[in-house]
């Protein structure tokens, strides 16, 4: 059964902390990974990846695509009380025979303590 | 720019009643979709469209029709609510091309008493 799962489903850090939050997946026709943060309402883009080994970068955060591992994960460095959110991890692939299916990980809570 | 405006903000209903939620962007974007979000289970994709006059099944399509009559609207329905439809929806929108940015809309609280 295709799936995106992430890890941890929470974590709790405090500020100037470095997280690495994961996304591992299972599609057939694999096409794109984006990832989102969501805070108290819609969720916002932030990267999206579809070839391996290219580390993309924002500031703070960055995340890479292992496309031969399944998985991808999300860095945030020295991460301040406004990183605090829930973290998506989205995959595009063929999965009803259609390319252009979006399916989403549980997401990942990250609170940042002061 | 509105960017993905959603109606209504909430709404709530009883055991049978219908509804329809709009979506409407002013992106001129191709793709649009429809999701749901319950507790601890993410987004899960109901139905989508890759342009106008085109609608395809997501992952938890039962309960649900859309359509796509113009290219800046995609309306959800619900024919007969059940209170497993109880959720937030949220519409977005994508484009132009495929490997571009999903803007999401504001969300649509739904409760099915």
């Known amino acids: 059964e295709d799936k995106v799962v992430q890890s941890p489903l929470s974590l709790v850090v405090h500020e100037g902390d470095t997280v690495t939050l994961n996304c591992s997946y299972e599609?057939?026709?694999?096409?794109?990974l984006l990832w989102y943060k969501q805070e108290k309402k819609a969720p916002t883009f932030l990267f999206m990846l579809t070839s391996s080994g290219i580390e993309k970068k924002s500031g703070r955060l960055s995340s890479i695509l292992d496309k031969k591992e399944l998985f991808s994960i999300l860095n945030i460095t020295a991460t301040q009380t406004g990183d605090s959110a829930v973290y998506l991890c989205a995959v595009e692939a063929g999965f009803f025979g259609d390319n252009n299916d979006m399916r989403f990980g549980a997401g990942t809570r990250l609170t940042v303590k002061p | 720019n509105a960017g993905v405006t959603q109606t209504p903000k909430f709404r709530v209903l009883k055991t049978g009643q219908s509804m329809t939620l709009l979506c409407a962007q002013d992106?001129?974007?191709?793709?649009m979709y429809w999701y749901r979000q319950d507790p601890g289970m993410g987004l899960r994709l109901i139905h989508y469209?890759?342009?106008?006059?085109?609608?395809a099944k997501g992952e938890v399509p039962d309960g649900y029709n859309v359509s796509r009559l113009k290219k800046q609207n995609f309306l959800l329905g619900l024919e007969s609510a059940a209170p497993s439809q109880t959720s937030v929806y949220f519409c977005a929108s994508r484009g132009p091309g495929h490997y571009n940015e999903q803007f999401f809309g504001p969300g649509t609280r739904l409760t099915v008493l």
């Open positions: 992106m001129n974007h191709e793709y």
């Open positions: 469209s890759v342009g106008e006059g085109t609608t």
């Open positions: 599609v057939t026709n694999f096409r794109s």
